[in-house]
């Protein structure tokens, strides 16, 4: 269950080429949009309107776009199952897709929260790529908030399990990008989801083989970081304390790769993945 943003397309790709893929759900991001302003809640439409030009105007969309091309996949071609696509992610054909499928696991990234009836309707645990640092920052715009709070120590995504809370269920595993003093929220978030789409895909292989997932109970601590909580003044003022010198991302190296098939994130372009 998925967005259809480019980095949501390449943990689909990774998927199906590592594992059997029985089955596809698709939320657009206009799906999602929309849903916000029929629910009234302006403050959140404006934000989501301001945060879709601000990525269009400044070059974030193209970004992605090169950065998960699939040209750089190396990954063999594989038949997957033609997405399901609703307009929201607790259509009742979600559930009903899923058992039909008869999949055992179901992972999901950048669609809108489930619900509690949703989750009892999948029926089989359900595993999330969250972009932050769990406990630290829930929401969105987490690398942002945490290179603008200078907490350096958070800058990744988190594996975790999903329960009926936003980012609140038992973690799995944490990545960590290299971090380098010319990157920007964009390029760390890229960077941290492209591994932590092969560090899931690493412990369902091993899930595969017998081994348990590894699952921590998270401390209640950190913050929740919503779409309204960065708007137009808040990138100037980021932007501005860049250029002062006030704000100063640091050169970190990266942890070593714990699967051997993981990219080496100190390698630039985008490494393929054999």
Avoid at 25 to 39: D, K, L, N, T, Y
Wanted: charged share 25%; glycine share 8%; hydrophobic share 35%.
């Amino acid at each position: 269950m998925r967005g259809d943003d480019f980095h949501n397309l390449y943990l689909e790709r990774l998927l199906a080429s590592e594992l059997q893929l029985v089955c596809t759900v698709e939320e657009p991001g206009s799906a999602q949009r929309h849903a916000i302003w029929r629910r009234r809640r302006w403050v959140d439409a404006a934000a989501a309107e301001y945060h879709r030009i601000r990525r269009g105007v400044f070059g974030k969309n193209r970004y992605r776009r090169r950065y998960f091309d699939p040209r750089h996949d190396g990954f063999p071609t594989v038949q997957r199952p033609a997405p399901l696509v609703v307009g929201d992610i607790n259509d009742q054909r979600v559930g009903a897709a899923v058992e039909a499928s008869g999949a055992d696991l179901c992972v999901i990234t950048c669609t809108t929260r489930l619900s509690s009836e949703t989750i009892r309707a999948i029926g089989v645990p359900i595993v999330n790529i969250h972009g932050g640092h769990l406990p630290d920052y829930r929401g969105c715009h987490c690398f942002f908030t945490a290179i603008g709070d200078q907490r350096f120590d958070a800058v990744g995504s988190t594996i975790h399990f999903v329960d009926v809370g936003l980012d609140t269920g038992d973690v799995i595993d944490a990545v960590r990008p290299v971090i380098r003093h010319t990157d920007d929220p964009e390029r760390l978030y890229s960077r941290a989801e492209r591994l932590a789409a092969q560090r899931l895909v690493g412990h369902l292989l091993a899930l595969e083989s017998g081994v348990e997932l590894p699952r921590s109970p998270q401390e209640f601590r950190g913050r929740l970081v919503l779409r309204r909580h960065r708007g137009p003044i808040d990138d100037v003022r980021f932007w501005l304390r860049r250029k002062t010198g006030s704000l100063v991302i640091p050169d970190i190296p990266g942890p070593a790769p714990q699967h051997p098939w993981e990219s080496d994130e100190s390698s630039s372009p985008p490494p393929r993945i054999a």
